[in-house]
C-alpha cells in the first residue's frame, strides 16, 4: 500500500524550531524525487524543498533556515525547520515527485499533512 503519513507539527513561537517526519511505505524513497509542500488557507499549495539522490532544492523564502534529510533505512523524510516566522504558516505536506521540481502539479502521491502554526 503506497501511503505517506506526516507528522511533527505543532505551535511555536516565531524563532523557534519544529522538524516534521514523513513516513512513507509501499516504495524506496531513496528511488524518487521527495518533497515537502505547505498551503495557507486562501493560497495554493507551494513547494518548500525536494530531495533526491542527484541533489535537493530550496523554496527562497525557506532557504538558510530549513533542512530536508532522509532516512533511508527508515524510509522517512524530515524537514527541519528553524528561526519559524509567522509567514511559514500553514498545512505542510510531502510528496512524491515525478521530477526535480518543486511545482505541486508534479506531485503523484500525497500526504495528509500537518499543521505548523507560528504565532506568539
Known amino acids: 500500500q503506497l501511503q505517506l503519513v506526516e507528522a511533527g507539527g505543532g505551535l511555536v513561537q516565531p524563532g523557534g524550531s519544529l522538524t516534521l517526519s514523513c513516513v512513507v511505505s509501499?516504495?524506496?524513497?531513496?528511488?524518487?524525487?521527495m518533497g515537502w509542500f505547505r498551503q495557507t488557507p486562501g493560497e495554493e499549495r507551494e513547494g518548500v524543498s525536494w530531495?533526491?539522490?542527484?541533489?535537493?532544492a530550496y523554496s527562497p523564502s525557506v532557504l538558510g533556515r530549513f533542512t530536508i534529510s532522509k532516512d533511508v533505512a527508515k524510509n522517512t523524510l524530515y524537514l527541519q525547520m528553524n528561526n519559524l516566522k509567522f509567514e511559514d504558516t500553514g498545512i505542510y505536506y510531502c510528496?512524491?515527485?515525478?521530477?526535480?521540481?518543486?511545482?505541486?502539479?508534479?506531485?503523484?502521491?500525497w500526504g495528509q499533512g500537518t499543521q505548523v502554526t507560528v504565532s506568539s
Open positions: 510528496g512524491r515527485l515525478t521530477t526535480y521540481t518543486l511545482s505541486p502539479g508534479a506531485v503523484d502521491l
Open positions: 509501499g516504495f524506496d524513497i531513496d528511488s524518487y524525487v
Open positions: 530531495t533526491a539522490k542527484s541533489g535537493l
